[in-house]
């Protein structure tokens, strides 16, 4: 038995098979590249579902990190630490908004978004008790807790676990009219992934992002949306919701708001949204700890320079204009996305998404099929051009 294989043994063994891993056994990285437990190289076209934006081992990341290893890593919020106010602040502006509530999943910023809405229905908008209901679209994916599995329409993620939760009304993406119809006069919230990650890389039609903030804001309801994997750089924007000129009510960030480092997520809006929570009705024992903190606010500092943003708008050009080509040779059968993300189908004769993902994990890249014979390309916004076009020039190969 190789390292390899012996490692993966004993993990198969041992732990819950709730993932189907690729065969890599990764045992150190920095930037874009992987090193597996026998020393071979591999070139991260995942970034850990943009966790990874800002690379692996990114120096500045690693530093803020080490200096608050060395002083506090928790205090829990039962007392103020010195890092706190400075990232809420800071995060807040980034978002153009007046609060941040911290939490540590991206799960936990949705239930968070969930618990808001809730409570401002019944406090704020006046729906009466127990009545609440939230719009969400088909095909989302906003995390792995019971309540929102409940409002999932993928069987996999949602069969075998309830009760479910209820209160949710499910319309498809990008159709106006099917959300139009679905708000009520109990309606507390929209909420919607501005580009559907897992789904696809699926972007909504232009205008779509417009007319639910026009709609939410005619009929008293919180747009919220989650760019819990759009956000923070990967589409060439700080927020997905930035290339329609739309600012929604809530942002729900996470991912690669703890640069790759520690989980960290955000609830972000504006006091008359986030002011709804007293003492004791909200929280976490980790949400807002002083090394999530630390890390946060150096992302949220390497987001201020606006360069990653413009990386991952050169670097998604280029990508999509290389994509463009394969679609044009017909190897490939739909691309889609935004910046530095995109949702390749390939043509089914070349195998399913996972099958293409092996042969490309042999070639030394790493991406992860969604469903089907879908691939999703989003690298590290730090990934450099020449590695970039590698990594295409083995897909190529791959698709023959
Ligand atoms: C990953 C993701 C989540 C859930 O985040 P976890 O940290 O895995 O709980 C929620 N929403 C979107 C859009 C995501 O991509």
């Not at 630490?81 to 540590?104: I, Q, S, W």
């Not at 729906?127 to 209901?133: D, K, Q, S, W």
């Not at 009705?281 to 903190?293: M, Q």
Request: proline share 5%; aromatic share 6%; hydrophobic share 40%.
């Amino acid at each position: 038995m190789t390292a390899t294989e012996d490692l993966i043994a004993s993990a198969e063994a041992h732990s819950a098979h709730n993932y189907h891993p690729l065969p890599v056994v990764v045992a150190s990285a920095r930037g874009a590249w992987m090193t597996d437990v026998e020393g071979r190289r591999y070139l991260d076209m995942l970034a850990g579902y943009s966790a990874l934006n800002f690379g692996h081992g990114n120096p500045r990341l690693i530093e803020a990190a080490t200096e608050q290893l060395g002083r506090v890593t928790l205090t829990s919020r039962a007392f103020h630490h010195d890092r706190f106010a400075e990232f809420c602040a800071r995060l807040a502006r980034l978002c153009g908004k007046e609060m941040v509530l911290p939490m540590n999943t991206g799960a936990e910023a949705v239930e968070t978004a969930v618990k808001t809405a809730r409570k401002w229905g019944y406090r704020v908008k006046g729906v009466p008790g127990g009545r609440a209901r939230i719009v969400v679209a088909a095909n989302n994916f906003h995390g792995r807790t019971t309540t929102i599995v409940s409002f999932s329409t993928d069987p996999e993620a949602r069969a075998d676990y309830g009760p479910y939760t209820p209160g949710f009304d499910i319309v498809p993406f990008g159709d106006l009219g099917a959300l139009r119809d679905a708000v009520t006069e109990d309606t507390v919230a929209v909420l919607i992934e501005p580009v559907q990650g897992e789904a696809g890389v699926l972007v909504p039609p232009p205008g779509y992002l417009p007319g639910v903030r026009e709609l939410t804001r005619e009929r008293g309801v919180l747009f919220v949306a989650d760019e819990i994997q759009s956000g923070l750089g990967r589409t060439g924007r700080t927020f997905a919701c930035e290339h329609e000129d739309v600012v929604p009510d809530v942002y729900l960030l996470g991912k690669a708001l703890g640069g790759g480092v520690v989980p960290v997520s955000a609830v972000v809006a504006d006091a008359d949204v986030l002011g709804v929570f007293r003492p004791g009705e909200h929280g976490s024992t980790f949400g807002g700890n002083p090394l999530a903190c630390a890390v946060g606010l150096e992302v949220v500092a390497m987001l201020e320079t606006g360069e990653f943003q413009q990386r991952a708008t050169e670097l998604g050009e280029h990508l999509h204009a290389e994509l463009g080509l394969l679609a044009g040779s017909g190897k490939v059968v739909e691309v889609r996305g935004r910046g530095l993300w995109a949702g390749v189908d390939i043509d089914p004769s070349h195998g399913t998404g996972r099958e293409i993902s092996e042969k490309l994990m042999e070639r030394g890249v790493l991406v992860k099929d969604t469903h089907g014979s879908t691939i999703r390309i989003a690298p590290p916004l730090v990934i450099s051009k020449e590695d970039l076009d590698w990594g295409l020039d083995q897909l190529r190969a791959v698709l023959g």
